[in-house]
């Protein structure tokens, strides 16, 4: 009898579970979606300590740190290297496979996308986009494996990010002896901070908070936001038009805010609405940024809106918006990709020439 009503009461609480509806929490009116439908489309599954089961659908790498001599296509080396043994992040960095002798190139420190809650710097298609802009640009990049949301909500990956800026500048005066790669590739004075999606916003508030430490020697020269995961409590146009997307729904927005904001935290929280932020001088003071969106994608608006606010407050602003496209375009099509690589590459030359 009681083991009839715990099984009763069971079903009954799943399906509150899975039968309840996601509430904007906006006025507009947005299709309704259940959890479920959310949690099948990212592939998790949510644990009863509030942490995540991921699904692996995009296979994760190794790091590739010797020269395959069989190899036809190995355009840079990588290794990973602890980073922050509290929180067990680390850095995957990349070089050229044949660097030019005595030349110095510049660090990207890149933050991968994800939505805050998914992938690593091991899932393969942010290993083959740092190998390609190592040996494209040339760069050295230290790929950064931050902490995810909900298990650690922001600022925990801003934090991460600031690990790896502090590590550069240790890396500028050899603490430790530094690592050999950098030592030998790396202008200090060169810094980017790069990142894609999650990673963009990561970068936005990482370089925000780097104004308030002293990095000498290096410097943060610039700043690359490609199609930046920001949001806010009213829907923007492109967000309403996109609801339905393919990549970033609305209705998986919502959740993948509820993860990774602040308990309680609504949508116009700072670290998701990057216009909130108080300080303006702050403002002023960010190095020279490159934000890219495509008008396929949803959050294409808020891109468009952070780059006038910029603009607006005097940071040195290039932006480039596609037609069509998607979010995620470079990591499926190959011209998109070459097209970004090629930007990026004309961005940081003309920053630092
Ligand atoms: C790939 O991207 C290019 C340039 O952005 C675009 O013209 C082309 O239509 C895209 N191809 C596919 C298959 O989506």
Not at 261 to 284: Q, S
Request: with cysteine; charged share 20%.
């Amino acid at each position: 009898m009681a083991m009839a009503i715990y099984k009763f009461l069971l079903l009954f609480l799943l399906f509150c579970q899975f039968g309840q509806k996601i509430i904007s929490s906006d006025e507009q009116k947005t299709p309704t979606h259940t959890l479920q439908e959310a949690y099948d489309a990212l592939g998790i599954k949510p644990n009863p300590d509030g942490s995540l089961t991921r699904e692996i659908r995009i296979p994760m790498v190794n790091a590739t740190p010797n020269i395959e001599p069989t190899s036809t296509t190995q355009i840079a080396l990588s290794k990973d290297i602890p980073l922050n043994p509290f929180t067990k992040t680390f850095i995957r960095l990349y070089k050229p496979l044949n660097p030019k002798k005595n030349s110095k190139i510049p660090l990207i420190i890149y933050l991968h996308g994800g939505d805050f809650v998914l992938f690593s710097a091991k899932t393969v298609i942010f290993h083959e986009f740092c190998n390609q802009i190592s040996a494209q640009f040339p760069a050295v990049v230290a790929s950064v494996e931050y902490r995810l949301a909900p298990e650690h909500r922001l600022p925990a990956a801003f934090d991460d990010a600031m690990d790896a800026i502090i590590w550069a500048r240790n890396q500028a005066v050899c603490v430790n002896g530094g690592d050999a790669w950098m030592k030998q590739l790396v202008d200090f004075s060169h810094v980017f901070l790069l990142g894609s999606s999650a990673g963009g916003n990561i970068v936005y508030h990482a370089a925000l908070r780097a104004l308030d430490l002293n990095l000498s020697p290096i410097k943060i020269r610039g700043l690359i936001m490609n199609q930046a995961y920001f949001g806010g409590v009213h829907r923007t146009e492109s967000e309403i038009r996109l609801s339905e997307d393919a990549y970033v729904p609305l209705y998986v927005n919502d959740l993948l805010w509820s993860y990774a904001l602040p308990k309680n935290a609504n949508r116009d929280h700072v670290f998701c609405n990057p216009l909130m932020i108080g300080d303006l001088g702050k403002i002023r003071r960010l190095p020279r940024v490159l934000i890219k969106g495509d008008e396929g994608d949803p959050l294409v608006d808020r891109e468009k809106l952070l780059a006038k606010f910029l603009k607006g407050n005097g940071v040195q602003v290039v932006s480039i918006f596609n037609g069509g496209g998607n979010h995620g375009i470079e990591l499926s099509n190959t011209t998109a990709a070459q097209a970004l690589y090629d930007a990026m590459k004309d961005f940081i030359l003309s920053t630092i020439n």
